[in-house]
């Protein structure tokens, strides 16, 4: 059974990645270049960056061109680019792409993004396209500080994730007794046929993050542990499991992890964030562990018990106004206060109003247009 789940893991990697190419491929010249993490592998990726092609053509009458962060090849000087969403400003990626700005002069933006490296690692060369970037929007306010001392500008503003700027999922009739999961590989790489206790950015956390870096082993085994605990307890509550896996690892480690639990339906990966919204919409609680499966559970309204995996996921619910108790993850593993009650009390769950989500709409459309107004004037 593994080896067969590791094969149609690899295939369907193949296949999104082979869709990439295809798809975003400019057959014909696009009004701007959108830059990220569009590579096919991540529901969160292509939500933001259909939220930037959606209101640019629907707001804006521009048409759009989803291009992977490093493909440079195709953008000249005559060409505007929107840098759109995630933790895709890391140091590598923006001296390839300053390198390239350099060369070029193409007019730039940046909308939705997080920083994935330290202000004082990135060259002059970066710094530079920076202080020229006609607009700079950040989802975490905490960054928007530390930029506003490392670059000599004043584009930089704060504003709600790139997802929420998607038309709204269409509701069920009513909600039925099913409880949704999200699971990840927490401290978990894949290597040859299983997981294993690693991360990554293992260098970057044992300098910058000891208590995670020296905690890992013990991360991965407990993640695994209280979530199948979590599973079992829905079980015995009446409910029915599915798993709706944000990437195509989600779903080939949910199979491992929760492995021996039977009746869990398992969906089949699906880069639509549309397709994963209708799932949790129709769920009576989500347990999340991505980013995006927890800003699908606020878009949808669905009751959420999240785990905070890093500290974006607790930021994002935070600022909501999530109730702490519900705010649980590495860090109350850590430090041993973790309390696996709170995901199975039958009801409860955080449920964003319908005036946050209104506001978090607006400030994610009017972010890109923003942007995109900048570029093109």
């Known amino acids: 059974m593994v080896k067969l789940d590791l094969f149609r893991f690899r295939s369907r990697q193949l296949y999104q990645r082979t869709l990439y190419r295809s798809r975003l491929s400019f057959r014909r010249k696009p009004d701007i270049v959108i830059l990220g993490g569009y590579h096919g592998e991540n529901v969160g990726d292509w939500a933001m960056g259909t939220a930037v092609c959606d209101t640019m053509l629907l707001r804006l009458g521009l048409r759009g061109g989803l291009q992977k962060i490093g493909d440079l090849k195709d953008i000249r000087g005559d060409v505007p680019v929107i840098v759109g969403g995630g933790a895709v400003v890391t140091r590598g990626t923006m001296e390839i792409l300053a390198a390239h700005w350099k060369r070029h002069r193409f007019p730039v933006a940046f909308v ?83 997981f294993e206790p690693g991360h990554g950015l293992s260098v970057w956390y044992s300098k ?108 994002l619910l935070l600022e909501a106004g999530c109730e702490r108790k519900y705010l649980q993850g590495r860090n109350e593993i850590i430090e041993g206060t973790f309390n696996i009650d709170i995901y199975t009390e039958r009801s409860g769950g955080f449920v964003l109003s319908e005036m946050e989500l209104n506001k978090r709409s607006r400030s994610a459309t009017e972010a890109i247009e923003r942007a995109v107004g900048l570029l093109v004037s």
């Open 112 to 194: 939705g993004v997080e920083f994935s490296s330290d202000f004082e690692s990135y060259g002059s060369e970066v710094m530079e396209m920076f202080n020229c970037a006609k607009s700079i929007g950040l989802r975490d306010g905490r960054q928007a500080e530390g930029i506003g001392r490392w670059a000599s500008t004043d584009a930089v503003f704060v504003h709600a994730d790139l997802a929420f700027a998607l038309d709204r999922p269409v509701p069920p009739p009513a909600r039925g007794i099913t409880a949704a999961i999200n699971l990840m590989p927490f401290f978990q790489i894949l290597r040859a046929h299983k």
């Open 208 to 315: 910058h993050a000891i208590k995670v870096f020296e905690n890992i082993e013990k991360l991965a085994a407990a993640y695994v542990a209280y979530h199948r605990q979590i599973a079992l307890r829905y079980q015995e509550m009446g409910f029915r499991l599915v798993h709706v896996p944000f990437t195509p690892e989600d779903d080939l480690f949910a199979k491992m992890a929760l492995r021996g639990i039977r009746g869990i339906e398992f969906f089949r990966y699906d880069r639509s964030i549309a397709n994963c919204e209708a799932q949790i919409a129709a769920s009576a609680v989500l347990v999340g562990s991505r980013f995006h499966a927890n800003v699908a559970a606020l878009r949808c309204q669905t009751p959420l018990r999240p785990f905070c995996y890093a500290q974006k996921v607790y930021d």
